[in-house]
């Protein structure tokens, strides 16, 4: 069946179930923009609210934050502490803070997530969260 022939209707389509070929006005036409560009329209302007502005801006100034075991010179971070290591601990889930919420040092986030996990093992932090 090396050479099948196209039966075509008055239509213009072949058949078969394939689809009819595109009329030559159409194949000159740019294809529909899918969001390929993420620049969107770039005549937009400036944003309301931007670096200057105070309407619909940031409602408040971030202060950059710092390690509190190297502000206050803590070297060791004891796993007795309970009340220290509580406060790198979240309340609901009960999982470690990660240092860009705190601000602590790559260093001390080390020594304080094996201090955590020390204090668990011996119950004085909790696994998880407080029970509802």
Request: glycine content about 14%.
């Given at each position: 069946?090396?050479?099948?022939?196209?039966?075509?209707?008055?239509?213009?389509?072949?058949?078969?179930?394939?689809r009819?070929?595109?009329?030559?006005e159409?194949?000159?036409?740019?294809?529909?923009?899918?969001?390929?560009?993420r620049?969107?329209?770039?005549?937009?302007?400036?944003?309301?609210?931007?670096?200057?502005?105070?309407?619909?801006?940031?409602?408040?100034?971030?202060?950059?934050?710092?390690?509190?075991?190297?502000?206050?010179?803590?070297?060791?971070?004891?796993?007795?502490?309970?009340?220290?290591l509580?406060?790198?601990v979240?309340?609901e889930?009960?999982?470690?803070?990660?240092?860009?919420?705190?601000?602590v040092?790559?260093?001390?986030?080390?020594?304080?997530?094996?201090?955590?996990?020390?204090?668990r093992n011996?119950?004085?932090?909790?696994?998880?969260?407080?029970?509802?």
């Amino acid at each position: 069946m090396a050479d099948e022939t196209r039966t075509t209707t008055a239509e213009g389509s072949t058949g078969g179930g394939e689809r009819p070929e595109r009329s030559p006005e159409r194949s000159s036409e740019r294809p529909p923009d899918r969001g390929g560009d993420r620049g969107g329209d770039r005549n937009r302007g400036p944003r309301p609210g931007g670096p200057g502005g105070r309407e619909g801006g940031r409602k408040y100034f971030r202060r950059k934050k710092v390690c509190k075991f190297c502000v206050e010179k803590i070297d060791a971070i004891d796993y007795k502490d309970y009340r220290l290591l509580g406060q790198f601990v979240s309340i609901e889930s009960g999982k470690i803070v990660p240092r860009r919420l705190t601000g602590v040092c790559t260093p001390h986030q080390r020594r304080l997530s094996s201090a955590i996990k020390l204090a668990r093992n011996i119950a004085l932090l909790p696994f998880s969260g407080r029970a509802s």
